[in-house]
């Protein structure tokens, strides 16, 4: 080991300036952190006088600065919360969300009245009927709430927060009051990108969308079917511009050049130029400039003749990267890029050892690309089940073929591109050609999305496991210089260790948790490996992701009634690959009109044959040590005019000794005929002031009051600490978990 330090003193430095980064995202920047990196160059300079190894305080000093970068980024100076006139400048294409027409767009150049700094932000609205939506470039003056992003909430559930950071952007926006959009300029990248979408729309009409996502990494127009046909299969990797995208496009340019017989130097200037244009054209993305800093360490080593270390390589890319936008490290295609290269580096010389004594050339060519395939899932396994909450293995099968038609697929676009400037007739006839070779390419991954053995949902598996795993793979590898019996030895135990560990920390409690929301509403109950939800919310992420990464089936869903924000997502955990044994819904939910997205998502459970039941006061349902008694409505109780928030389901639940009495969004007018004593109340419709009375709360006689809102009415607060109760609001602690182990019971907030 003491060989290896000097070597790659390079992947030693990345490796310690990425830990710091991830120490900084959950700190903020503070002047210790400045004096540690100051104390370690004093430390570096006086062992250096001494003649001795200035290597451990080098890597503290990267360690240091890491942070430092990472606290910085992540923690932004923002203005106060409240209500602007803002003026901005569009800086994205607009999308539109089908249940409510909701408006979402990026802003750059913000500015606020008083302030003189400039922000990016994330701005939604509702536009006026016929009102024209903004363009890329225009400038926008409008009356909107500024508010500061929140991050994670959930458990497993997603960060909005570092999702805006990633992309630059600090603040959000919403609201557009008197909104007036100024003409302006569309940025010239842009102008580009719109300019190949119009002509590939032309060239290759409905096949553009797949030749956009291979081109130009936009996917804004694939269909929903073709890209779950490509992450079911396991390809979904080439719709995303990275490595082998940049990897076609070097090709193609060292082909064209060798004609010309360059210089290694006249080769890496044209390289640099066309792959950084290409870079910013596709948004430049952390694989694409990953890619592209290997392809130049690579050709600089040929230039100057020097032995090039692909480890080494990478390392250098990393830390790149990290010194530009440090925050990346926390994103998934970051982690996924990184990994896939990591898996070839680390593991694919062992693989190619194997492929060399294959004597037949076409099945050496098919061993070689393979097992490079093999070695680059292995090292993206892990960040793929961690954030998808599945592995496939059809893609082990079809990816080298995937990849060879993707292969001989982008230079055509490129050259059918190219042909259309000066022939655009003659290249709308091979367009023809070409759309169909995108045809078949869709039908291909679609054939194999379709068998049932395409992929399979896995839970998300602790960090010490993945750490354990992780390292029996290095050990395999000739970058560890141990003999192979302490390489078996130390991996069976770190596997050993960490299963055992995995096995012991099961959790077997009774949970109830009150997700986290917004103004929406979604609650999970564990009963050891048994799994009930009461209301999905309107964006089903966060209880998919809760279920998925913790590996359950969702064996009861209760819907209290149909409004958007308690059902709409049912969507989402069918879309993800949910298992649902079965959905449950009042007798009343659909006399009531209903909204289309709720009924389309009931349509969509049924064609994925999940059974849809009903239920009524005095009905029951159980778990092992939980138990559901519906106290409201009354069957055909209900009449085609009336308030669908009066007949949701108002349920008694019985969590091991431990009474919660759920109310759903039951209005103020019958909440008295589901009153029953209970020590836990979840608190109706969001805390609204028209639920909630007095005369109720003297039936319920509540302990303990679960709100589930971002603001809740001043009159219930006030009612419910007169009745004694103790108030928990999501807005304030996040999600909200109630565990009864044995005869004790305590309620844990995700934030505080």
């Given at each position: 080991?003491?060989?290896?330090r000097?070597?790659?003193w390079?992947?030693?430095?990345?490796?310690?300036?990425g830990?710091g980064?991830?120490?900084?995202?959950?700190?903020?920047?503070?002047?210790?952190?400045?004096?540690?990196?100051f104390?370690?160059?004093?430390c570096?300079?006086?062992?250096?006088?001494m003649g001795?190894s200035?290597?451990?305080?080098?890597?503290?000093l990267?360690v240091?600065l890491?942070l430092?970068?990472c606290?910085?980024s992540?923690h932004p100076?923002?203005?106060?919360?409240?209500?602007?006139?803002v003026?901005?400048?569009?800086?994205?294409?607009?999308t539109?969300?089908?249940?409510?027409?909701?408006?979402?767009v990026?802003l750059?150049?913000?500015r606020l009245?008083?302030?003189?700094?400039?922000?990016?932000?994330?701005?939604?609205y509702w536009p006026?009927?016929d009102?024209?939506?903004?363009?890329?470039?225009?400038?926008?003056v409008f009356?909107?709430?500024?508010y500061?992003?929140a991050g994670?909430?959930?458990?497993?559930g997603?960060?909005f927060r570092?999702?805006?950071?990633?992309?630059?952007?600090?603040l959000?926006?919403?609201g557009?009051d008197?909104?007036?959009l100024?003409?302006?300029?569309?940025?010239l990248?842009?102008?580009?990108r719109?300019?190949?979408?119009?002509?590939?729309?032309?060239?290759?009409?409905?096949?553009?969308?797949?030749?956009?996502a291979?081109?130009?990494?936009d996917k804004?127009?694939l269909p929903?079917?073709?890209a779950?046909?490509?992450?079911?299969?396991?390809?979904?990797?080439?719709?995303?511009?990275?490595?082998?995208?940049?990897?076609?496009?070097f090709s193609?340019i060292l082909?064209l050049l060798r004609?010309?017989?360059?210089?290694q130097?006249?080769?890496?200037l044209i390289s640099l130029l066309?792959?950084?244009?290409?870079?910013?054209?596709?948004g430049?993305?952390?694989?694409?400039?990953?890619a592209g800093?290997?392809?130049?360490y690579?050709?600089l080593?040929?230039?100057?003749r020097?032995q090039?270390?692909?480890?080494?390589?990478?390392?250098?890319?990393?830390l790149?990267?990290l010194?530009l936008r440090?925050?990346e490290?926390?994103?998934?295609?970051?982690?996924?890029?990184?990994?896939a290269?990591?898996?070839?580096?680390?593991?694919?010389?062992?693989?190619?050892?194997?492929v060399?004594?294959i004597?037949?050339p076409?099945?050496?060519?098919f061993?070689?690309?393979?097992?490079?395939t093999?070695?680059?899932?292995?090292?993206t396994?892990?960040?793929?089940?961690?954030?998808?909450h599945?592995?496939s293995?059809?893609?082990?099968?079809?990816?080298p073929a995937?990849v060879?038609?993707v292969t001989?697929l982008?230079?055509?676009?490129?050259?059918l591109l190219?042909?259309?400037?000066?022939?655009?007739?003659?290249?709308?006839?091979?367009g023809?050609?070409?759309?169909?070779?995108c045809s078949?390419l869709?039908s291909?991954?679609?054939?194999c999305a379709s068998?049932?053995?395409?992929?399979?949902?896995?839970?998300?598996?602790?960090?010490?496991v993945?750490a354990?795993?992780?390292?029996s793979?290095?050990?395999?590898?000739?970058y560890?210089?141990?003999?192979?019996?302490?390489?078996l030895?130390?991996s069976?135990?770190?596997l050993?260790?960490s299963?055992?560990?995995?096995?012991?920390?099961?959790n077997?409690?009774?949970?109830y948790?009150?997700?986290?929301?917004?103004?929406?509403?979604?609650?999970?109950?564990?009963d050891?490996?048994q799994?009930?939800?009461?209301?999905?919310?309107?964006?089903?992420?966060?209880?998919?992701?809760?279920?998925?990464?913790?590996?359950?089936?969702?064996?009861?869903v209760?819907?209290s009634?149909?409004?958007?924000?308690h059902?709409?997502g049912l969507?989402?955990l069918?879309?993800?690959?949910v298992?649902?044994?079965?959905?449950?819904?009042s007798?009343e939910?659909l006399?009531?009109?209903?909204?289309?997205g709720?009924l389309?998502a009931?349509?969509?459970?049924?064609?994925?044959?999940v059974?849809?039941?009903?239920?009524?006061?005095g009905?029951?349902l159980?778990l092992d040590?939980v138990?559901?008694?519906?106290?409201?409505?009354?069957?055909?109780?209900?009449?085609?005019?009336s308030?669908?928030?009066?007949?949701?389901l108002a349920?008694?639940?019985?969590?091991?000794?431990v009474?919660i009495?759920?109310?759903s969004?039951?209005s103020?007018a019958?909440?008295?005929r589901?009153?029953?004593?209970?020590q836990?109340?979840r608190?109706?419709?969001?805390?609204?002031?028209s639920?909630?009375?007095?005369?109720?709360?003297?039936?319920?006689?509540?302990?303990v009051?679960?709100?589930?809102?971002?603001?809740?009415?001043?009159k219930?607060?006030?009612?419910?600490?007169?009745?004694?109760?103790?108030?928990?609001?999501t807005?304030?602690?996040?999600?909200?978990?109630?565990t009864v182990?044995?005869?004790?019971?305590w309620i844990q907030?995700?934030?505080?």
């Amino acid at each position: 080991m003491l060989r290896y330090r000097p070597r790659r003193w390079l992947v030693h430095l990345a490796l310690a300036f990425g830990a710091g980064v991830y120490l900084g995202g959950g700190v903020a920047f503070h002047w210790i952190w400045l004096a540690a990196a100051f104390c370690c160059v004093l430390c570096a300079l006086l062992l250096r006088r001494m003649g001795r190894s200035v290597y451990l305080p080098l890597l503290g000093l990267a360690v240091a600065l890491g942070l430092l970068r990472c606290a910085l980024s992540a923690h932004p100076a923002l203005p106060a919360e409240g209500t602007y006139n803002v003026t901005a400048v569009i800086d994205s294409a607009p999308t539109v969300r089908e249940q409510d027409g909701r408006v979402a767009v990026f802003l750059r150049d913000l500015r606020l009245p008083g302030d003189p700094q400039e922000y990016r932000a994330y701005w939604t609205y509702w536009p006026e009927n016929d009102a024209p939506l903004p363009l890329e470039g225009q400038t926008a003056v409008f009356s909107g709430r500024v508010y500061h992003p929140a991050g994670q909430v959930n458990p497993h559930g997603f960060d909005f927060r570092m999702y805006l950071l990633q992309k630059g952007v600090t603040l959000g926006v919403t609201g557009g009051d008197g909104l007036t959009l100024l003409p302006g300029d569309m940025p010239l990248l842009s102008r580009w990108r719109q300019a190949i979408r119009l002509r590939l729309d032309d060239l290759l009409g409905d096949q553009s969308p797949l030749a956009a996502a291979l081109l130009l990494d936009d996917k804004s127009d694939l269909p929903e079917d073709v890209a779950a046909d490509f992450q079911t299969a396991g390809v979904a990797h080439v719709l995303t511009v990275s490595g082998l995208h940049v990897m076609i496009l070097f090709s193609c340019i060292l082909l064209l050049l060798r004609r010309f017989s360059p210089s290694q130097r006249t080769v890496l200037l044209i390289s640099l130029l066309l792959l950084g244009a290409y870079t910013l054209l596709v948004g430049a993305r952390a694989s694409v400039l990953r890619a592209g800093l290997l392809m130049v360490y690579l050709q600089l080593g040929r230039m100057v003749r020097r032995q090039r270390d692909p480890l080494t390589a990478l390392a250098a890319a990393f830390l790149c990267i990290l010194l530009l936008r440090p925050l990346e490290l926390f994103s998934a295609g970051f982690q996924m890029s990184f990994s896939a290269v990591l898996g070839l580096i680390l593991l694919g010389d062992r693989a190619w050892l194997l492929v060399r004594k294959i004597r037949n050339p076409l099945l050496h060519r098919f061993a070689d690309v393979w097992t490079g395939t093999l070695c680059a899932v292995l090292g993206t396994c892990f960040s793929v089940g961690w954030y998808y909450h599945r592995l496939s293995l059809m893609g082990l099968l079809v990816s080298p073929a995937v990849v060879a038609a993707v292969t001989l697929l982008l230079p055509v676009l490129i050259g059918l591109l190219l042909l259309s400037v000066p022939l655009l007739p003659v290249a709308r006839v091979l367009g023809r050609a070409v759309a169909l070779l995108c045809s078949a390419l869709s039908s291909i991954v679609q054939a194999c999305a379709s068998l049932p053995f395409a992929q399979f949902l896995i839970r998300r598996l602790p960090f010490y496991v993945i750490a354990a795993a992780v390292l029996s793979l290095v050990l395999c590898t000739r970058y560890v210089l141990l003999s192979r019996r302490k390489r078996l030895l130390i991996s069976a135990g770190a596997l050993g260790l960490s299963i055992a560990l995995m096995l012991l920390l099961q959790n077997r409690d009774v949970r109830y948790i009150q997700l986290s929301e917004g103004s929406a509403d979604a609650a999970i109950i564990e009963d050891g490996g048994q799994t009930l939800l009461i209301d999905v919310g309107e964006y089903g992420g966060d209880v998919a992701s809760y279920l998925l990464s913790e590996g359950r089936r969702a064996n009861y869903v209760i819907l209290s009634h149909l409004h958007s924000d308690h059902a709409l997502g049912l969507v989402d955990l069918l879309r993800q690959g949910v298992p649902i044994d079965g959905i449950y819904m009042s007798t009343e939910a659909l006399v009531s009109p209903v909204a289309e997205g709720v009924l389309e998502a009931l349509r969509l459970a049924e064609a994925q044959n999940v059974p849809i039941h009903t239920l009524s006061a005095g009905d029951h349902l159980a778990l092992d040590r939980v138990s559901v008694e519906v106290l409201w409505p009354d069957r055909q109780g209900a009449a085609p005019d009336s308030d669908p928030n009066d007949f949701a389901l108002a349920l008694l639940l019985d969590l091991d000794g431990v009474t919660i009495l759920h109310m759903s969004d039951v209005s103020g007018a019958f909440e008295l005929r589901s009153a029953r004593p209970a020590q836990v109340l979840r608190v109706a419709h969001h805390g609204s002031a028209s639920s909630t009375g007095e005369r109720f709360l003297s039936v319920v006689s509540p302990s303990v009051a679960l709100i589930s809102t971002r603001r809740a009415s001043e009159k219930t607060l006030s009612r419910l600490a007169e009745a004694g109760a103790m108030i928990y609001d999501t807005n304030e602690h996040g999600a909200l978990t109630l565990t009864v182990r044995r005869d004790q019971s305590w309620i844990q907030g995700f934030l505080r």
